[in-house]
């Protein structure tokens, strides 16, 4: 859900681009209060509730922001028919508070949920919900690092969708490439979030081999296991021997600007002494 509180315009973008769901004009999204409740002891609180304003209409009227349309986002992983009755709850009271169309976005990561919630629900006579279900194959491939840069919150989606897509990886590293460093990393983290096992591991490989750096938990670890594996190979190929002591103290080293300097002089020492020198 990280994705849509950063980027709200995420949810209008999946349901025009992903799910061909035709959308009021609007200029900006933005996040607004996800806490449904009533005065009740009841919580009541949807993943991410997004509303699209139309701030150019808001010229016009005095300057009092118009809501056009609101975006309730729920992610399901799993299928529980009861779910439908909170849903239909969080669109009645959204749509009461704000006075317009409600649409109830259902990410599903596994493609059977998707199929099984994608679908009319009877709720009872003449009372019908329809979400607009996004699973895997509405999902596109990453294969252009152009669109990675575009919409880095779909590419992260798309990539944990299809994580074993050939090239897909080397493709998302090389459009997180063009934006903000910061940002890269942060998407970075998603990703890996998002991926497990084998798809992740080939991940943080790709990562590592990147010519930005993603300053960040996961990839200063990525990137610096590269390095000290890399000097290792350098200081063998030269023949420099280095005691118990001296891999401890690179395998043990985490500031990666360290590392770096060592890097940077392994080409000519000829002792582990040259290499550690102050």
């Known amino acids: 859900m990280q994705l849509f509180k950063d980027c709200p315009a995420f949810a209008p973008q999946l349901l025009s681009e992903c799910l061909g769901v035709e959308l009021p004009e609007f200029d900006q999204a933005v996040l607004q209060c996800a806490d449904l409740g009533e005065v009740v002891p009841v919580e009541r609180r949807a993943d991410a509730v997004i509303g699209l304003l139309d701030t150019a209409l808001i010229a016009r009227i005095e300057k009092h922001e118009k809501t056009e349309m609101l975006i309730v986002v729920e992610v399901q992983n799993g299928f529980v028919e009861e779910k439908i009755y909170r849903w239909?709850?969080?669109?009645?009271?959204?749509?009461?508070?704000?006075?317009?169309?409600?649409?109830?976005?259902?990410?599903?990561?596994?493609?059977?949920?998707?199929?099984?919630?994608?679908?009319?629900?009877?709720?009872?006579?003449?009372?019908?919900?329809?979400?607009?279900?996004?699973?895997?194959?509405?999902?596109?491939?990453?294969?252009?690092?152009?669109?990675?840069?575009?919409?880095?919150?779909?590419?992260?989606?798309?990539?944990?969708?299809?994580?074993?897509?050939?090239?897909?990886?080397?493709?998302?590293?090389?459009?997180?490439?063009?934006?903000?460093?910061?940002?890269?990393?942060?998407?970075?983290?998603?990703?890996?979030?998002?991926?497990d096992g084998k798809a992740r591991d080939e991940l943080e490989e790709t990562v590592a081999m990147g010519t930005v750096r993603y300053r960040s938990e996961y990839t200063d670890r990525f990137v610096g296991e590269g390095l000290r594996k890399g000097l290792f190979l350098v200081l063998e190929s030269r023949g420099v021997v280095l005691s118990a002591e001296d891999r401890r103290r690179i395998e043990e080293c985490r500031d990666q600007e360290e590392i770096e300097r060592w890097c940077g002089r392994a080409g000519t020492a000829s002792t582990a002494e040259d290499l550690f020198r102050e």
């Not at 749509?95 to 976005?105: K, N, T």
């Not at 969708?161 to 590293?173: M, Y």
């Open 88 to 195: 239909a709850e969080y669109c009645g009271v959204s749509a009461d508070r704000s006075r317009c169309p409600v649409a109830l976005l259902v990410l599903c990561p596994d493609q059977d949920d998707a199929d099984r919630y994608d679908r009319w629900f009877e709720l009872g006579p003449g009372f019908r919900l329809k979400p607009q279900v996004l699973g895997p194959d509405r999902l596109p491939v990453v294969t252009s690092a152009d669109d990675v840069a575009r919409s880095p919150e779909l590419a992260v989606l798309a990539l944990a969708a299809h994580p074993d897509a050939p090239g897909a990886q080397k493709v998302l590293v090389e459009g997180l490439e063009r934006i903000d460093p910061g940002d890269a990393a942060k998407y970075t983290e998603y990703t890996l979030t998002l991926l």
